[in-house]
C-alpha cells in the first residue's frame, strides 16, 4: 500500500479499491459509519433491513460517512434517507471497532438522536418496515445494536 485517500485506497498494483469493492479484495482499512439510536417517548426506533448483510433483522438506522460530511452530519442524513425523520445527533454514545462487529468491517460512530419535528418514522431507503420497541423488550437486533442500544440507554439515563 502506497497512499490513501478517502475510500480510495492504492496497493502495490495502483489500481484504487473502493468500499464497494469485495472483503477479498479489500485492504487492512474499515470504513465509518453512523448508527442513530432515536427514542420516542422512551421507545427505540429500528427498522427491518430489506437486504444482506442481516436481511430481515431488526437495526438502528445508519450507514457510512461521506467524504464531505462529519460523522453527526452523516447519522441523520441516513435517519432521513431510511426512517424518513429529522433529527439532531446530540449524544455521541460511542465508538463500536470490534473487528466481528459487521463483517464488512464496518466502524461504527453512534449517536443518542432526539427528533425534531414529526416523530413518526416510515419505512424509506433499505428498510422494509419501522417500528418502535420498549428498550427492555427488544427483538433480536443485527450486528451489535443491541450493544450500542444498552450505551444509549444508559447515557439517556445519566442526563
Known amino acids: 500500500m502506497r497512499c490513501c485517500s478517502g475510500t480510495h485506497v492504492h496497493h502495490s498494483g495502483d489500481a484504487p479499491l473502493s468500499t464497494a469493492d469485495t472483503p477479498e479484495d479489500m485492504p487492512a482499512v474499515r470504513a465509518l459509519a ?41 447519522c441523520e442524513r441516513e435517519v432521513r434517507e431510511e426512517v424518513g425523520m429529522n433529527v439532531a445527533a446530540e449524544t455521541f454514545v460511542g465508538l463500536f471497532d470490534d473487528p466481528d462487529r459487521d463483517e464488512r468491517g464496518n466502524v461504527s460512530a453512534a449517536y443518542r438522536c432526539r427528533p425534531i419535528g414529526d416523530a413518526t418514522p416510515t ?28 450505551g444509549a440507554v444508559k447515557t439517556n439515563s445519566q442526563t
Not at 123 to 146: I, N
Open 34 to 74: 453512523t448508527d442513530a439510536v432515536i427514542l420516542v417517548e422512551g421507545e427505540v426506533v429500528l427498522l427491518e433491513r430489506d437486504h444482506p448483510p442481516h436481511e430481515g433483522a431488526w437495526v438502528l438506522p445508519g450507514g457510512l460517512v461521506e467524504r464531505d460530511e462529519t460523522a453527526q452530519e452523516a
Open 123 to 150: 419505512p424509506r431507503e433499505e428498510a422494509a418496515q419501522v417500528d418502535l420497541f420498549d428498550p427492555d423488550e427488544l427483538p433480536r437486533l443485527g450486528f451489535d445494536h443491541e450493544q450500542i442500544v444498552a
